[in-house]
C-alpha cells in the first residue's frame, strides 16, 4: 500500500490506457481513419508485429482492472453501512452518457458505452457467492466463444465482409465525421457483440481476483501473481502470436479470445514487479502511476490528441508507415505520463476525474434525493 492505495493498482491502470492508444493509433493513422481501418487491407510483417504487442491485450487489462475497482467500491459501500448498488448506477448512468459523447464526438470505437452497461449487471453480482459469479462466468465464456466461433468459419468460408457502401474515408471534416458516427452507429457498435460478454467475464474475473488478493505483496499474492504469469504468459503469447501471424481470418479469435489470456499474464508480471520496487521508483513509474490516477482524462485525451495530429482536418500524419505510427505512440505517451504528473502535483485529481466527481455527487445533495 502507498498512501492508502493499492501500490500495483494506478500502474496496471496506466499501462492499460497507454497501451489501449497502442492498439488504436493504428486506426487514426490509418488513411480515412476509422472507415478505412474497417476497409482492410494487407498488414506487412512490421505492422502485424508491432499490433501483435498491443491488439486487445491492454483493453482486456482495462477491463480486468475496472472489474476490481468495482469490487474496491462495493466493499467501500459495505463498510461505510450504504445502500448498494445504490448511486453507484448514477456512476453507470454518467459513463454512459460519457460514453455517448466520446463516441459521437471523438472515436468510433469508445469502450465507455459497453463498460457502462456492463457495470450495471456486474453491480448486481458483485455481493453474490462464488459459485454465483463463476456460473456468470462460464456463461459469459461461452455465448462469447460461440459468436467468435461462428464468425470465423464465416470468415473462413468467404461468407462475411465489410459491407459496400460503408462510411466515408474522408477525415478532412470533423462535423462529417460526426455525421458518419451517427449514420453508421450500427456499424460502429456491433462490437459489442464480443465486447459486453468479454467485459462481463472479465470484471467478473478482477473482482474474484482482488478478492483471492492478487495485488497483495504477500505469499498468497505472489503465489497468485506467479500462477497468472505462467498461463498468461506462457501459454498465452504463443498462442496470441499464432493467431496474430495466422491471417486476417483469426482477427476475432486472437483479438477477443487469445489476448485476454494474456493481459492476466501481465497483470500478474506487472503487480510482481511493482511490489518488487521501491515506491515511486523511478520516472516511468511515476509516470504511469499519474496516467493510472487521471486514467478517464488520458483515455479521452489520447484520443483527443491522436484524431488532431492524425485525420486531415487537423496535421494529417497518417498513411506513414508502422514507424510514424509507432513514433506517434511514444510520443502522446510521453506527452500524457508528463502532462498527467505535472497536473496532479498541484491538482488532487485529473480534470474529468473532477468533473466526474462533481457530477457524481450533485444529486446527492438535492435533500429530495437523500
Not at 462464488?130 to 466461433?149: C, S
Amino acid at each position: 500500500m502507498v498512501g492508502g492505495r493499492v501500490a500495483a493498482l494506478d500502474v496496471l491502470r496506466g499501462v492499460a490506457i497507454l497501451g489501449t492508444l497502442g492498439t488504436n493509433i493504428w486506426i487514426f493513422t490509418t488513411s480515412g481513419g476509422a472507415a478505412g481501418f474497417l476497409s482492410g487491407g494487407e498488414s506487412g510483417f512490421a505492422e502485424t508485429e508491432l499490433r501483435f504487442l498491443s491488439n486487445g491485450k491492454y483493453l482486456a487489462l482495462l477491463s480486468i482492472m475496472f472489474g476490481i475497482g468495482l469490487a474496491m467500491q462495493h466493499a467501500s459501500a459495505l463498510r461505510r453501512g450504504e445502500r448498494w448498488p445504490g448511486w453507484y448506477l448514477w456512476r453507470s448512468a454518467l459513463l454512459l452518457f460519457e460514453g455517448l459523447i466520446h463516441y459521437v464526438l471523438i472515436f468510433e470505437f469508445d469502450v465507455l458505452m459497453f463498460y457502462a452497461l456492463v457495470s450495471v449487471l456486474v453491480a448486481y453480482l458483485v455481493g453474490r457467492s462464488d459459485k454465483v459469479i463463476r456460473g456468470w462466468m462460464i456463461a459469459q465464456g461461452v455465448l462469447l466463444t460461440a459468436i467468435i466461433g461462428l464468425l470465423t468459419w464465416a470468415l473462413f468460408a468467404g461468407t462475411a465482409g465489410t459491407p459496400s457502401g460503408g462510411p466515408p474515408t474522408d477525415t478532412s471534416n470533423w462535423l462529417a465525421q460526426v455525421q458518419a458516427r451517427l449514420d453508421y452507429a450500427g456499424l460502429y457498435r456491433v462490437e459489442a457483440l464480443f465486447a459486453i460478454p468479454l467485459s462481463t467475464v472479465l470484471f467478473l474475473a478482477g473482482v474474484r481476483l482482488l478478492r483471492a488478493g492478487a495485488l497483495e505483496d504477500s505469499e498468497r499474492g505472489r503465489r497468485i501473481q506467479r500462477r497468472l504469469v505462467g498461463w498468461g504468459l506462457g501459454l498465452g503469447v504463443p498462442l496470441n502470436a499464432i493467431t496474430s501471424f495466422a491471417g486476417a481470418e483469426w482477427f476475432l479469435v486472437d483479438r477477443y479470445l487469445c489476448a485476454p489470456v494474456v493481459a492476466f499474464g501481465l497483470l500478474g508480471l506487472i503487480t510482481m514487479l511493482v511490489n518488487r520496487m521501491r515506491a515511486e521508483a523511478g520516472v516511468v513509474r511515476r509516470g504511469l502511476t499519474s496516467v493510472g490516477r487521471a486514467a478517464l482524462t488520458c483515455y479521452i485525451g489520447q484520443n483527443v490528441i491522436a484524431s488532431i495530429l492524425c485525420y486531415d482536418w487537423g496535421f494529417g500524419l497518417n498513411g506513414h508507415g508502422p514507424a510514424v505510427t509507432a513514433a506517434l505512440w511514444l510520443g502522446i505517451s510521453v506527452l500524457l505520463m508528463a502532462g498527467a504528473s505535472w497536473w496532479l502535483r498541484r491538482h488532487e485529481r485529473g480534470p474529468m476525474e473532477a468533473l466526474w466527481q462533481w457530477a457524481h455527487r450533485a444529486p446527492q445533495r438535492l435533500p429530495a434525493l437523500r
